[in-house]
């Protein structure tokens, strides 16, 4: 079987940066193997991103000043795309679209093998860089099974006949939701178990908050979801401290975590929990970039693509044979 040098797990920014940064290692682009579940670049942005929310390059206090190739301003979605896209072609990566990893075995001459659906590669080391946008919090409450269809973690297939519609967070990407589909001319509420919005950056505080004096959005604070039934195929919502309401579809926003079940699934266990440039995994030779490495902190684009040109440099110290 052919050694890979490096086997790249996710090809968001910060696979794709690591992938950019192995080259200008040494490294040549038959080394190194790019394995992407979905059939995409950069494929939870693609997927999740409404095209009106921007792509910031840098999130609340992750300032990140850019130290490899990849660097970014905020975008619109699409320009991202479009960039990522440029990367890829310019640098001629190759992607293994629809590759999902079942299993990381370390070998006992201290290698690697990444088994796929479909495939086995061998490799001196793997970076991890599939992010947590996939681990969306959940409600955690009775959800009727008839209506289970009608709650979303994202605004992207929500449609306009769909007119009242419920927003539950309190961070960036409620408020942002919330924004577009006022804009979009939906009927709104959000549902935030504070009094007060503590965690939204000032633009979109200032943007969410205005909407709520306008009475665009009705604003429920102090509250939690407690359960939602099938009301005629709609959603029956009811609260701890409010009277119920009945919408057309509920948004949860209630932000991401690390996908922990999945990572011990294929083999990998990380116990740090707090944020770095980027996380070791105990054995060795595995090593987690992007929003995996960020902590609760959060992650951005730049820290991301930071986050693996340092990697490689860490790997290239160790366990890889590149140049200066």
Same mark, same amino acid.
């Given at each position: /079987?052919?050694? !890979?040098?490096?086997? #790249?797990?996710?090809?968001?920014?910060?696979?794709?940066?690591? %992938?950019?940064?192995?080259?200008?290692? $040494?490294?040549?682009?038959?080394?190194?193997?790019?394995?992407?579940?979905?059939?995409?670049?950069?494929? /939870?942005?693609?997927?999740?991103?409404?095209?009106?929310?921007?792509?910031?390059?840098?999130?609340?206090?992750?300032?990140?000043?850019?130290?490899? @190739? +990849?660097?970014?301003?905020? /975008?619109?979605?699409?320009?991202?795309?479009?960039?990522?896209?440029?990367?890829?072609?310019?640098?001629?990566?190759? *992607?293994?679209?629809?590759?999902? =990893?079942?299993?990381?075995?370390?070998?006992?001459? $201290?290698?690697?093998?990444?088994?796929?659906?479909?495939?086995?590669?061998?490799?001196?080391?793997?970076?991890?860089?599939?992010?947590?946008?996939?681990?969306?919090?959940?409600? $955690?409450?009775?959800?009727?099974?008839?209506?289970?269809?009608?709650?979303?973690?994202?605004?992207?297939? #929500?449609?306009?006949?769909?007119? @009242? #519609?419920?927003?539950?967070?309190?961070?960036?990407?409620?408020?942002?939701?919330?924004?577009? +589909?006022?804009?979009?001319? !939906?009927?709104?509420?959000?549902?935030?178990?504070?009094? !007060?919005?503590?965690?939204?950056?000032?633009?979109? +505080?200032?943007?969410?908050?205005?909407?709520?004096?306008?009475?665009? *959005?009705?604003? +429920?604070?102090?509250?939690?979801?407690?359960?939602?039934?099938?009301?005629?195929?709609?959603?029956?919502?009811?609260?701890?401290? !409010?009277?119920?309401?009945?919408?057309?579809?509920?948004?949860?926003?209630?932000?991401?975590?690390?996908?922990?079940?999945?990572?011990?699934?294929?083999?990998?266990? =990380?116990?740090?929990?707090?944020?770095?440039?980027?996380?070791?995994?105990?054995? $060795?030779? #595995?090593?987690?970039?992007?929003?995996?490495?960020?902590?609760?902190?959060?992650?951005?684009?730049?820290?991301?693509?930071?986050?693996?040109?340092?990697?490689?440099?860490?790997?290239?110290?160790?366990?890889? @044979?590149? @140049? %200066?």
């Amino acid at each position: /079987m052919v050694i !890979h040098p490096v086997i #790249i797990i996710g090809a968001g920014p910060a696979g794709i940066a690591t %992938a950019v940064e192995v080259l200008n290692r $040494g490294y040549k682009k038959e080394d190194i193997i790019i394995l992407e579940k979905s059939g995409e670049i950069a494929h /939870m942005i693609a997927a999740k991103y409404p095209d009106e929310k921007p792509v910031l390059a840098n999130y609340k206090e992750r300032i990140a000043e850019c130290i490899g @190739d +990849l660097c970014i301003t905020d /975008m619109t979605k699409p320009e991202f795309i479009d960039y990522m896209k440029e990367i890829v072609n310019k640098k001629g990566l190759k *992607i293994h679209f629809h590759q999902s =990893v079942e299993k990381i075995v370390k070998l006992k001459n $201290g290698q690697w093998r990444v088994d796929t659906n479909d495939d086995s590669w061998i490799t001196n080391v793997v970076f991890v860089a599939i992010g947590n946008m996939s681990s969306a919090r959940t409600l $955690g409450v009775r959800i009727d099974d008839s209506i289970a269809n009608l709650i979303y973690d994202d605004i992207q297939t #929500i449609k306009s006949n769909q007119k @009242d #519609i419920l927003v539950v967070g309190g961070g960036d990407s409620a408020g942002e939701y919330a924004q577009i +589909l006022v804009s979009r001319g !939906h009927k709104v509420w959000m549902s935030y178990r504070k009094e !007060h919005f503590a965690r939204m950056i000032p633009q979109n +505080l200032e943007k969410t908050q205005s909407l709520i004096n306008e009475g665009k *959005i009705n604003f +429920l604070p102090n509250s939690i979801v407690t359960k939602i039934t099938d009301s005629n195929q709609r959603c029956s919502v009811s609260f701890n401290t !409010h009277e119920s309401i009945v919408v057309d579809g509920v948004v949860t926003a209630l932000g991401s975590e690390r996908p922990k079940t999945y990572l011990k699934q294929i083999g990998i266990s =990380v116990e740090k929990e707090d944020g770095d440039d980027f996380l070791e995994n105990e054995q $060795g030779g #595995i090593f987690m970039v992007g929003d995996l490495a960020s902590g609760k902190s959060g992650g951005s684009i730049n820290f991301a693509f930071n986050s693996g040109t340092k990697a490689v440099s860490k790997a290239c110290s160790l366990y890889l @044979d590149c @140049d %200066a």
